[in-house]
């Protein structure tokens, strides 16, 4: 029996998801950020959703392991959230998978009449068959043509230096993060918490790097 490659068995159970990330800091975000208040400022159409509040939590704690305290004093914070995610269009991937099978070797079976002359001259006929065996190899016997669809889904976050921003009337932005991710996954929903990790794994960290993590790891 033929059997599919590795790969199409991996395509039907995702274990990780891998997020592109790329992170900006101002000078101006201080080293020691243990015990700094946050709030977060949703935009006005993410005022009372739910949706918004599940992902408003992830972040915070988050933010929380790192020393923050979340509040909602949104006059005396000392700096503001603000967040925005979804996804993007479909796009159909076709590749082809190699088809895994037996090649060769095996079991063989041979039958068949032989003729003989006796030694007074008379004429007589003998049956046979025989049985041989050899190992059997395996290869690529095929293909088989796939096609799957891919979803990118996205995170971007914001921090703002909120009692600046209120004393300036301007928003001060010190820290930025603008994530990716692709995969078969059609929602935000349903890899929002690997995202929120990646994005915070290394949150001193700027430029941009790639972050994979297993499922079973998001929390």
């Known amino acids: 029996m033929s059997l599919l490659l590795l790969p199409l068995l991996l395509a039907a159970c995702v274990t990780r998801v891998q997020t592109d990330v790329s992170r900006f800091q101002a000078p101006t975000l201080p080293v020691d950020l243990t015990g700094k208040t946050f709030v977060f400022v949703p935009m006005d159409s993410q005022t009372g ?12 704690v988050q933010l929380e392991r790192l020393g923050w305290r979340r509040t909602n004093d949104m006059r005396n914070a000392d700096y503001s959230v603000a967040f925005n995610y979804g996804q993007g269009n479909a796009r159909t991937i076709t590749t082809q998978v190699p088809i895994w099978g037996q090649t060769g070797g095996g079991t063989s079976y041979t039958s ?19 049985t041989t065996y050899t190992p059997p190899t395996y290869g690529v016997v095929g293909s088989s043509t796939q096609t799957s669809t891919h979803y990118t889904r996205f995170l971007d976050v914001n921090i703002y230096d909120w009692k600046r921003s209120i004393a300036e009337n301007k928003l001060a932005g010190v820290w930025e993060a603008r994530s990716t991710s692709a ?32 499922v079973a790891d998001c929390g």
């Open 49 to 60: 959703s739910v949706e918004y509040e599940t992902y408003a939590t992830a972040i915070a």
């Open 112 to 130: 068949g009449t032989v003729n003989a002359y006796g030694s007074g001259g008379g004429f007589g006929t003998a049956n046979y068959n025989s």
């Open 183 to 214: 995969g078969s996954a059609s929602s935000f929903a349903a890899v929002s918490k690997c995202m929120i990790k990646a994005v915070f794994t290394e949150f001193r960290k700027t430029g941009s790097e790639s972050v994979v993590i297993p």
